[in-house]
């Protein structure tokens, strides 16, 4: 019998990519044989080869350095800040030109499913390049303190999880402020940057000024270290962060930290369900969970528990998981084995310590990483899955009965990235959004991001805001 | 001049609104700048420096939970109350950093007026750094400055009281609270600080001045897990680097100790308020 919800596959066609079958450096405006051993990416939905890709060793990243460096004493320091804003303008409409073949080569590097590259990762990339294009002839009226002057170059460090926006976070405020920049990407997903560099040549972005040094964490390590480099920004676990504030201290390198984060969204007794649920399963289930401000710990009221739950569950039961280019696919795949692994471990520790783990029915494709949208419940503030960022498709449920106990619990981590709240009433929103300690709060909303809004964390979330005129702060020698 | 036997103060730590001896039972002889004996200063411990933090945490939901203008009140208040000791400021200031008394009267002059100017800011601090955010779509979003927390600062060593109020005034201001190592050699001024502070309506445990090594006690505050931001700027030179390290165990927010201890008199703009400062972001769709 036919099921009346049953769709017809509607796969996005992978031919607008072209996909080399080996990437090198991009450096000083020219692709070139990295000197480390090359690494392969994968497509993590079916493990298939991708392409091979160089690896950047300390000579390369010098090389790529010395280019950044010679772009921004030579050519884009002293250029008219209205045409390092064309430039930039230029870069955000190619990016929308070629905005589908992007998105279709970022679900398949990434495993995310088009609808979200397509629709979020790379019009978003799009908007921060055409935002910050407009700041470049503007920065004396951003309100930073008088004269604000670009630091340099700019080495930075971005994760798998958003690929190309994750560059555009990067690049877009770095480049309108005047620096120039040695990008490294993550390993398991550099294929976006390296078409970026190809959107570079076609803007005709001078050399060196935007540079990709592909690699793992070594070449990381090298970008960070380098001598030469006058700003950090990274984006990526706390761990990690920690391990660069410390090679960065006692430098003069300016550093940007976004990390991880394990947020609250919490639901009162008078949300509209309906809507608190769709926030949720966006809130937790998007990219897989693979996002550092997902809504992984769900407060939600006592006496309203049982029925989020099972609307929950309902919803959740409706998920579709699989092709990550089914226009209709709503979970892809987990980025990496590695990544699969970790969700595991920590999925089996919360049934270990006593969570209820919940999951749909559930058909899992043969090959590739996959994870099935996960509920635990009956977890405490103590489990691990009440503490640890898990980076997948888990969610944590809690509950609480007064507001101050809801503000508490959701305080009661040592992260600070984000937090969401659902509630009719107005001034319970304000009171609650004010004693969050999180940089972001969405209420009776979740997972909004727009060029013009900052985004960053408290406390080991990291520091620092990207988006936003606060987020030129960081790329501008003496911005108060 | 009076025959009059003088009454002593006893120099001690400010700590939860409370002026205890050092738990450890050290002190340290403080001598001006000739090196005649002034007095005998708490040494402040590792364990002093816990119990400040304990109590700058507790404070710090209340302080920074006060409306912006009564801190700019209080604040002022502080202004006020100091000026009265005025007199009491310039010797203190002259004999520890062996100033002329029109310079030392000009360093307390200075010190008074930094504190109107940062009560001041408190009001102001929202509108300038915060705003609406034009976002693409259906919803209202705006970005506010909120207070980073406990800050630890290790104040200036040579300006015993303009440089001190120039990096503790801006932390509170912001709605922080503070867990401060004096000048190790100047500590006087502070501790008198410390007198006026009690008496100006600014909280128990919003300041805490811990008089002592910089060295000594600034690991166990770089290191501190409750402690989010720390001030090198009165860092002995060849310890910051570690101090910054130390720092990056918990990602706090650090300010660097500048190459030489600066000329505090300039205007500092917003330079030291917005290290202690977090933006937050709040949405809200729109919608009939």
């Known amino acids: 019998m036919t099921n009346l919800f049953e769709y017809a596959p509607a796969p996005e066609s992978r031919s607008i990519v072209d996909v080399a079958p080996s990437y090198g450096l991009f450096v000083d405006g020219e692709f070139v044989d990295g000197s480390g051993t090359p690494f392969k990416t994968v497509n993590p939905a079916t493990e298939e080869v991708l392409s091979e890709v160089a690896s950047a060793t300390d000579a390369d990243v010098d090389r790529a350095v010395r280019a950044a460096r010679r772009a921004f004493t030579r050519v884009w320091g002293p250029m008219r800040p209205a045409d390092r804003g064309k430039y930039l303008f230029r870069i955000a409409r190619l990016l929308q030109e070629r905005a589908r073949e992007f998105a279709v080569l970022e679900s398949l590097d990434n495993g995310k499913p ?60 770095a480049l309108a402020t005047g620096n120039t920049v040695v990008l490294k990407p993550a390993e398991t997903t550099p294929l976006t940057a390296l078409l970026f560099a190809e959107v570079c040549r076609q803007a005709d972005l001078p050399p060196g000024v935007v540079n990709i040094v592909t690699g793992a964490g070594d070449t990381g390590r090298a970008v960070v270290e380098h001598e030469d480099v006058d700003k950090v920004a990274f984006t990526g676990s ?38 608190a649920v769709e926030g949720i399963v966006q809130g937790v289930f998007s990219n897989q969970g693979h996002v550092c401000c997902a809504g992984s710990r769900l407060l939600v009221q006592e006496s309203v528990h049982d029925e989020v739950i099972a609307s929950l569950q309902r919803r959740i039961g409706t998920l579709r998981l699989g092709h990550p280019l089914d226009k209709n696919t709503d979970i892809g795949a987990i980025n990496s084995a590695e990544q699969l ?5 920590l999925s089996e520790v919360g049934e270990a310590e006593g969570a209820n783990r919940w ?20 977890v405490s503030p103590a489990h691990r899955i009440a503490r640890d960022e898990v980076f997948g498709p888990v969610l944590s449920v809690l509950t609480f009965r007064t507001p101050d106990e809801a503000v508490a619990k959701a ?10 709240i659902w509630t009719e009433k107005g001034s319970r929103i304000l009171a609650v959004a004010d004693r969050l300690r999180a940089g972001v709060v969405w209420a009776n909303t979740f997972n909004q991001f727009d060029p013009t809004s900052p985004f960053g964390g408290y406390k080991q979330s990291g520091y620092g805001r990207e988006g936003g005129r606060h987020g030129l702060a960081a790329y501008l020698e003496g911005a108060q | 001049m009076s025959d009059r036997l003088a009454v002593r103060k006893t120099y001690k730590l400010y700590v939860n609104g409370a002026f205890p001896r050092s738990e450890s039972g050290r002190t340290y002889e403080v001598t001006d700048a000739r090196g005649g004996f002034l007095a005998n200063a708490a040494q402040a411990s590792r364990k002093d420096a816990r119990d400040a933090v304990v109590a700058a945490r507790t404070a710090f939901g209340k302080w920074s939970g006060a409306t912006a203008y009564n801190r700019g009140q209080v604040l002022y208040r502080v202004a006020e109350v100091m000026e009265g000791r005025h007199a009491q400021f310039c010797e203190e200031v002259a004999a520890g950093e062996g100033l002329s008394a029109s310079r030392a009267r000009a360093a307390v002059d200075a010190a008074v007026d930094r504190w109107v100017w940062y009560a001041g800011w408190t009001d102001k601090l929202g509108a300038v750094l915060g705003g609406a955010n034009p976002v693409a779509g259906p919803y209202f979003d705006f970005s506010l400055p909120e207070p980073t927390g406990v800050v630890a600062v290790l104040a200036p060593q040579r300006s015993s009281l ?8 801006p932390v509170l201001a912001g709605g922080n609270t503070a867990v401060v190592v004096t000048s190790r050699t100047r500590p006087l001024p502070a501790v008198t600080l410390g007198e006026v502070l009690a008496t100006s309506d600014v909280p128990g445990g919003v300041v805490n001045l811990l008089t002592g090594d910089a060295g000594e006690i600034g690991p166990w505050l770089a290191e501190h897990d409750d402690v989010d931001a720390i001030d090198l700027t009165g860092a002995p030179a060849d310890r910051a680097m570690e101090l910054e390290r130390l720092a990056a165990g918990s990602i706090k927010r650090v300010v660097r100790p500048p190459a030489e201890e600066p000329d505090w008199s300039a205007d500092p703009g917003l330079s030291r308020l917005t290290p202690f400062l977090e933006t937050k972001t709040v949405w809200h769709p729109m919608g009939l």
């Open chain 1, 411 to 420: 305080n009661n981590t040592t992260y600070g990235l984000s937090a969401g």
């Open chain 1, 341 to 345: 692994a970790r969700i595991r471990e």
């Open chain 1, 238 to 275: 706390t761990e990690v962060g920690r391990s660069i504030a410390r090679a960065v201290a006692g430098t003069r390198k300016r550093l940007t930290l976004e990390l991880g984060g394990k947020a609250a969204n919490i639901v009162f007794d008078d949300a509209p369900i309906d809507q």
């Open chain 1, 114 to 173: 088009i609808r979200e590259s397509r629709d979020v990762d790379v019009p978003l990339a799009a908007a921060h390049f055409f935002y910050h294009a407009g700041w470049a002839d503007k920065l004396d009226w951003a309100g930073l303190g008088p004269g604000p002057r670009p630091l340099g170059v700019a080495g930075q460090v971005i994760p798998w999880n958003f690929p190309l926006l994750m560059l555009a976070w990067k690049v877009a405020p």
């Open chain 1, 359 to 378: 999951q749909p029915a559930c058909e899992l494709p043969e090959r590739g990483f996959w994870f099935p949208p996960t509920v635990f419940t009956d």
């Open chain 2, 162 to 169: 303009l440089g001190l109020v120039s990096v503790l005034a």
